[in-house]
């Protein structure tokens, strides 16, 4: 069983540009979370999804930032037009369906650069 | 309001010696309780996790949890620490039951190892 997937692993982009983070989770999980760590900080919420809904998105900046979890696919985390702000390690977990143990398991993580 | 609180920011310690990193949690319901390990570069790894039973939980690499309900703690232990413990420990809370699962994360202790 394969464990998360995230893609790309590095990913550099000029400002202005769009970055999109690819995240699949662990066979039979329906639940996905983004994360983001900025260099000595610690993990950041940014927004949990269940296939084809937003849960919570209490993390997320209200512009530039979206996320999806469709039905078919991966999870995407989308940035538009980034800025230099946004260089860090994005961090995507799944957990298996309700009902069962609570525990998330974590990908590789995307690290970000923003030039 | 819920929360988790790692005291620590940093701690070092000499290989072979024994260490507690501390974990303080406020949770309104029965709370599911993890400690993960990122080591430089990587995504986070599950040490170990209690959410009923003995509260004296023993996970991967040695380490060991336990819970006190009375000191709303979960102290991570390891009776002799080696050098490959050098990392970043994170301690997180989450529900026991209910669909939405988010966990709340503590802001993680850099553990470093002297020779």
């Known amino acids: 069983n394969a464990g998360v997937m995230q893609n790309p692993r590095h990913l550099v982009r000029r400002r202005g540009q769009e970055a999109r983070l690819r995240c699949s989770p662990m066979?039979?999980?329906?639940?996905v979370y983004w994360y983001r760590q900025l260099p000595e900080e610690g993990l950041k919420f940014m927004v949990y999804?269940?296939?084809?809904?937003?849960?919570?998105e209490s993390g997320m900046p209200k512009e530039r930032f979206s996320a999806e979890f469709p039905k078919e696919g991966p999870s995407i985390l989308r940035i538009q037009q980034v800025v230099r702000g946004d260089s860090a390690a994005y961090f995507c977990?799944?957990?298996?369906?309700?009902?069962?143990?609570?525990?998330?398991?974590f990908g590789p993580g995307t690290r970000l650069t923003v030039l | 309001a819920q929360s988790v609180t790692q005291p620590d920011i940093h701690i070092t310690v000499s290989e072979g010696a024994s260490l507690e990193l501390r974990c303080n949690y406020s949770?309104?319901?029965?709370?599911?309780l993890f400690w993960y390990v990122q080591s430089p570069g990587q995504g986070l790894q599950l040490l170990l996790k209690?959410?009923?039973?003995d509260t004296l939980v023993q996970g991967i690499k040695g380490f060991e949890a336990e819970f006190k309900r009375s000191q709303s703690s979960f102290n991570l232990r390891k009776p002799s620490v080696h050098w490959s413990d050098a990392a970043e420990y994170f301690c997180a809370v989450g529900p026991f039951a209910g669909n939405n699962r988010k966990l709340i994360w503590g802001l993680g202790t850099s553990l470093a190892v002297n020779p």
């Open positions: 977990a799944s957990s298996p369906p309700s009902g069962s143990t609570n525990e998330q398991f």
């Open positions: 949770y309104g319901a029965t709370p599911y």
């Open positions: 999804l269940q296939k084809e809904n937003i849960i919570d």
């Open positions: 209690y959410f009923s039973g």
């Open positions: 066979k039979g999980h329906s639940h």
